[in-house]
């Protein structure tokens, strides 16, 4: 069965569309990361997988269900974009009052604080802790109830660097444990290796979606490679940038060249027969780069 099942998606606002004809499944236990501009229709969709919203048009299912089922809502947890609480309250009678409203035991609480990093500041009335620390219990409370399904709108935001690795780890845990997880982020560096699949949304319409090596190959962008150690560089760089690759000097003694479609063998064939190098580097297009590829894509259509 797959976790979340969403078949051509039309959501408007008046005569504003937002979404138009998405189509996305989910699998259990795995872990999607959409990412798209402001107003790209991010919060909408999990605001309609969370059944918040009625769709215009389309269907979505979570759990082979409706969404607003309330046996799938229990299995829910979602941390939204902009996480308020009770100021009055501490970290600890939050987390509880959340407990009570979602049907989940109230003895998870003090684990969660740990897991989350807020043991030492669960007795400290929210209105102490700093952005970080508001955000790490919004994480908290989505994690109540054992969610079978996560949706994390920007949980990134206001967390620290090694914050941000806790919760990075903490969604592999999760997907090991076979909970499914949605994750929209407008941080893109670093979140590759936590993500199964991504999914691009611009303008309300799917622009692409699929495993970092197929949305690779599908956009089929240059790979840069980087040498050092480079004796004769001078004529590396004249011989390749009138070949029509583009060459750079870097450092003391490196190239970068830029490798289109299936040259990059050939290129380091080249090099390694002609040079003693010192040091290797393949850069492959990164997440940020697809993510500027399709985007470019998208405005080009709309232009
Ligand atoms: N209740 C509403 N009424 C009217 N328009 C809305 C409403 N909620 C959202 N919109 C519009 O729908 C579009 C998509 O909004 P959404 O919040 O889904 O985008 P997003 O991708 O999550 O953006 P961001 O990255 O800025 O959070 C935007 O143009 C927004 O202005």
């Known amino acids: ?124 009335k929210v209105r102490t802790y700093s952005k970080g620390m508001r955000q790490r219990l919004g994480l908290a409370q989505a994690l109540l109830g054992e969610p079978r399904l996560l949706l994390l709108d920007e949980p990134t935001v206001g967390l620290d660097p090694v914050a941000t690795e806790d919760l990075y780890s903490l969604i592999d845990g999760l997907r090991q444990q076979g909970c499914s997880v949605i994750l929209c982020s407008h941080v893109l560096p670093g979140v590759e290796r936590h993500i199964d699949r991504g999914a691009i949304l611009a303008g309300g319409r799917l622009q692409a979606v699929g495993t970092l090596t197929s949305l690779r190959q599908e956009a089929a962008l240059p790979e840069r490679i980087r040498v050092s150690g480079v004796v004769d560089r001078e004529s590396w760089l004249q011989r390749w940038n009138a070949a029509g690759h583009i060459a750079t000097p870097l450092g003391n003694d490196g190239i970068e060249v830029v490798a289109r479609g299936d040259q990059k063998l050939d290129l380091l064939r080249e090099l390694l027969a002609g040079e003693t190098l010192t040091d290797i580097e393949i850069h492959q297009p990164s997440l940020t780069d697809l993510y500027r590829h399709y985007m470019d894509q998208a405005s080009e259509v709309t232009a």
Request: neutral net charge; aromatic residues 4%.
């Open 1 to 124: 069965m797959n976790a979340v099942e969403i078949q051509n998606l039309t959501q408007r606002y008046g005569t504003m569309t937002v979404l138009e004809d998405l189509s996305l499944t989910l699998d259990e236990g795995e872990v999607l990361g959409l990412f798209g501009h402001n107003g790209a229709g991010k919060t909408t969709t999990m605001k309609l997988v969370l059944g918040l919203l009625n769709a215009t048009e389309g269907r979505v299912r979570v759990l082979g269900r409706e969404p607003n089922d309330p046996q799938v809502r229990r299995t829910l947890g979602y941390l939204p974009e902009n996480v308020t609480f009770y100021a009055q309250l501490s970290g600890r009678e939050t987390l509880r009052h959340f407990a009570r409203l979602k049907g989940a035991h109230t003895s998870q609480t003090d684990h969660l604080l740990e897991q989350v990093g807020l043991g030492h500041a669960a007795d400290r």
